[in-house]
């Protein structure tokens, strides 16, 4: 149901787009979210955007992050621009309250 792409490897302060290909049903009733994880932080919400195209940023991101929707193609982006090694991690996205999830995306930032 969520397809992400967009991972890589990246140098610090470098872009990186995350994209999660879905369907026109899930986006029109679900918020979208991005989670990123990692080993020692576990699990944290990054970004989410609601469908009239409110957005929320962690204060981690706050500034260097951008999530968008492409409803033209059912895809969710998240737009990273200025990375920091600190944003390595599997990145996830999701649907509000979790019902459905994606396979992730590792982004490493060296």
């Known amino acids: 149901q969520l397809v992400e792409s967009g991972g890589g490897s990246v140098q610090d302060g470098g872009s990186l787009r995350l994209s999660c290909k879905t369907s026109?049903?899930?986006?029109?009733?679900?918020?979208m979210m991005w989670y990123r994880q990692t080993p020692g932080n576990g699990c944290e919400l990054v970004s989410s955007?609601?469908?009239?195209?409110?957005?929320y940023y962690a204060d981690s991101v706050k500034g260097r992050f951008t999530i968008s929707l492409d409803n033209a193609n059912n895809t969710v982006c998240l737009q990273m621009n200025m990375v920091k090694s600190e944003d390595t991690a599997l990145y996830y996205c999701?649907?509000?309250?979790?019902?459905?999830w994606g396979q992730g995306t590792q982004v490493t930032v060296s």
């Open positions: 999701a649907t509000n309250g979790g019902k459905y």
């Open positions: 026109f049903v899930i986006l029109d009733d679900f918020d």
């Open positions: 955007i609601s469908g009239d195209g409110s957005a």
